[in-house]
């Protein structure tokens, strides 16, 4: 195992264009987070998924943001209508239980 | 709710010592520490769980304090390569969600 892939590793796209992305835990990693990190600033909590239910996501999140995890495997990150402010690197991250975050590479999104 | 970290930034030379604080208004389920070097993801570094636990490798350990709702990190000896971003991260009551504090800029010198 490799560790936690992401895909892709760059994305340019227009604004209003809807984008997605896709995350490959590690594969016995039962927890899966999406966190969005501008420069400067810590990861900023996204959503959760324990197996394939989404327990939590953050209120900040706008209804353009939607996340999947079926199966409890992979997961997908859609944006829609994409703006500006979504300009941003979209991390992902995998854990077993409550113990340490393994970070994927990121996805850099640039809204142009 | 995220955690608060202190100091923002911090410049050392090696062999120097450093210490990170991260506090939270709420109560602490788990402490989770990581760092962070520029263009790269966070890589973790050490979790603690119980409240009073203390940890460590190499010359990085980290204490928690329940009740203080609180946690620090305790670089000692500082290497050049231990320059980057140091970030905390917390769990909530039932352990699930990890929040992150703003992070602690730590450069090493020669």
């Known amino acids: 195992d490799t560790g936690v892939s992401q895909n892709p590793r760059h994305k340019i796209t227009k604004r209003g264009q809807n984008v997605t992305f896709r995350c490959d835990p590690i594969?016995?990693?039962?927890?899966l987070y999406w966190y969005r990190q501008t420069l400067g600033q810590g990861p900023e909590f996204l959503t959760y998924?324990?197996?394939?239910?989404?327990?939590?996501k953050s209120r900040l999140l706008s209804d353009r943001f939607s996340a999947e995890r079926p199966k409890g495997s992979f997961s997908t990150l859609e944006i829609q209508r994409t703006e500006q402010g979504d300009s941003a690197m979209y991390l992902c991250?995998?854990?077993?239980?409550?113990?340490?975050?393994?970070f994927g590479q990121g996805t850099r999104l640039t809204v142009v | 709710q995220q955690p608060v970290q202190s100091p923002q930034a911090v410049i050392l030379r090696e062999g120097e010592d450093a210490v990170i604080n991260c506090s939270s208004s709420?109560?602490?389920?788990?402490v989770h520490w990581y760092r962070q070097k520029h263009g790269e993801a966070p890589v973790f570094l050490m979790i603690?769980?119980?409240?009073?636990e203390q940890k460590g490798h190499d010359k990085i350990s980290a204490s928690f304090n329940e009740k203080k709702q609180q946690s620090s990190l305790y670089l000692t000896a500082s290497q050049l390569s231990y320059s980057g971003t140091y970030f905390c991260?917390?769990?909530?009551?039932?352990?699930?969600?990890?929040?992150f504090g703003g992070g602690t800029r730590l450069m090493v010198k020669p």
């Open positions: 594969s016995e990693h039962n927890r």
């Open positions: 991260g917390s769990t909530n009551n039932a352990g699930n969600m990890l929040t």
């Open positions: 603690l769980l119980k409240g009073g």
């Open positions: 991250a995998s854990s077993l239980g409550d113990r340490g975050a393994f």
């Open positions: 998924f324990q197996n394939e239910a989404q327990l939590e």
């Open positions: 709420k109560a602490l389920y788990s």
